[in-house]
């Protein structure tokens, strides 16, 4: 569990597991900003579905992404279980994005050794799966480690971006919401 | 016309026609009977006169001798003596001569020959008084004056007188010979009548006999005749019924002992029928007990039906009470849960503040940690713990469901038990009316038993009805019998001998027996002992204390 980030390779390290469609999937730990439970999700008209909508984080108006639908899965059953990780989104050209998350329910803090991760395996040259750092194994289960950065599409983090920029620039800040 | 005659006329006219010729017959017979009784009389007659016309004479010449006598005689009484004999011979003639003179009077009116001589008699009896006795009378008279006096004229007018009197006497017996001449003429007359009148009579008697026994024998015949042939067929016709009557006798006997049979086969089945009513009656009580108890039963167990409907009900609320209860515990529960998933988060969050911080925020990683797996456990502990709430819940529910479910199921009962109670209600009824149609059964068989006594009494009197009538029949047969030989005589002995074996004795014997036994019977079934119904049905408190 106390593992060194820095002499830690790219791959291995402290990965925050969540589970979505009964899958589990980790995030790596530094990019989270923060884990909140479910909020009341504003639906922005005109947005693809798989932007559910913006929500007010203790003043600060941001997008949230339903991974599910980002996935191109069924859409996510809201329940008391499910979560909105706030990641930091890295854009190509150095500028980051604040993006909430929605996932079925966080699980886990795990230390991925190195031997523990495993390389994506390579289906179909037609398939990117660039968006998956590798395989973690952790006890039974198998975590898929998401590159949060490559989990969208350019095309899909500018429909973010703007969101979040016409959140930010009309929502008026309030006071946070637990 | 003979044939429609009844047999009283037939034998009237038989008898009266031999009756008739017998009185022709006799009447013949007793004319000439008489005829000659008649004859007889007069000759009788006709010789007594004949005697007192020789008495007479007799008389006469006494008479004349005495006057001679009483001439000559001196002496005064001699003479006194003589006078008085002739006195007496003198009314004797008198006598005489007046009864032949009426018994003459009497004859002359039917004989010329009695009328020829009673002028004669007449004359003899009157000379005798006017002439006769004056003389003697006057010879007498002279005879005593001239006694003792040797007078020569008074000798000659003795004389005179005796001569007198002498040819007076002749007179008087000539004409006494003239009587007895024609007496004598008359007792000839009257043999040769009575002669001839005999001859007569017996031809005439034989020639009537003859006639009348030959139309008596004719009469008799037919008579006869007709009388014996309709007896005959009258004789065929009782023979026939007799032993008709013979052999129903018997017929009736035969009856009346299969009437007796059977009557007694009804009483030994009456009396079966009556002791099986008997228990039908105890059974039919017993029921009715039973049946009333049942009722007490089933009103105690719909009150206990009853209790335990509100019993169910206040069960059903204290489960009630007690979902309420776990579900505001599961609403504690998720609260918990609620706070453990927070708290969870704010590990999960200082966590990642931890990973931020470094190396500084190592030992806060593992505060973070701890906090984490606390807040896990108790959310593991809540998730328990909700699950043993919903079961309790979900038993909870359950119980209310049972509860409801027995409600339902207490409601069925007693309403099954109101119907229980209904059905035993009427079950006691119907007990009730069955114990009602024993009783009339029992009066039935009651009567039933006194026909059954009545019909075998009527076996029994037909038996000696059909016994008499055998021997009515027995005694006719012997009338017939009577009858024959009184038409027929001796001869026909062997028809007299019909069905005389059918006797009757031995089946009214037989009909005494089962009518005997039918009063044993009848007396078996009065003094039957009643039976105690909890002999028939052994039912006591233990058995309906399962109820």
Known sequence: MVASVATAPASAGKYLTFSLAGEHYGLEILRVQEIVGLLPITRVPRLPEFVAGVVNLRGRIIPVVDLRLAFGLEGSAMDERTCVIVVEVLRPGGNSTITGVLVDAVSDVVDFAEETVEATPEFSADVDTSFIKGVGRAEDRVVLLLDIDRALSNAQMEIVERAAVDGSSSGEPEEGVS | MFKSWSLGLRLGVGFGAVAIIMAIVGGAAFNDMRTMDRLTREITEDAGIADDTMEAKFEIQTQRLLLMEALQTDDAAELSALEKELTESDSRYDELMKGLVAKLEVDAEGDELAAEILPAAQTAASTHDEEFEPVIAQAIQLARTAQGANDAKAAAQLAAFDEKADAVGQEIVALMDEIETGTDAMVDAAATASASTAQRAVIQSAVLLIVGVLLAATLAWFITRSITRPIDRVIAGLTAGSEQVSSAS??????????????????????????????????????????????????????????????????????????????????????????????????????????????????????????????????????????????????????????????????????????????????????????????????????MDRVTQGNAANAEESASASEELSAQARELTEMVGVLIRTVRGDKTEGVTSVNRSQAGGSVTGAVHAHTDRIRAHAAAAHTAPVRNPEEVIPLDDEDLADF
């Open chain 2, 250 to 447: 018997g017929q009736v006997a035969s009856a009346s002992q299969q009437l007796a049979e059977g009557a007694s086969e009804q009483a030994a089945n009456l009396e079966e029928t009556s002791s099986s009513l008997e228990e039908m009656a105890g059974m039919t009580r017993q029921n009715a007990d039973n049946s009333r108890q049942a009722d007490a039963m089933t009103r105690e167990a719909q009150a206990a039906a009853s209790k335990g409907v509100a019993s169910v009900r206040e069960m059903s609320g204290a489960i009630g009470r007690i979902k309420e209860a776990s579900d505001s515990t599961a609403k504690i529960i998720k609260t918990i849960d609620e706070i453990a998933f927070q708290t969870n988060l704010l590990a999960l969050n200082a966590a990642v503040e931890a990973a931020r911080a470094g190396d500084a925020g190592k030992g806060f990683a593992v505060v973070a940690e701890e906090v984490r797996s606390l807040a896990q456990r108790s959310a593991e502990a809540a998730k328990n713990t909700a699950a043993l709430i919903e079961n309790s819940q979900d038993t909870a529910e359950q119980g209310v469901a049972v509860s409801n479910e027995v409600a339902g199921i207490l409601e069925q009962i007693a309403g099954s038990v109101d119907k229980v109670t209904q059905l035993v209600g009427e079950i006691a009824a119907a007990s009730e009316e069955q114990a009602q149609g024993i009783e009339q059964i029992n009066i039935s068989i009651a009567m």
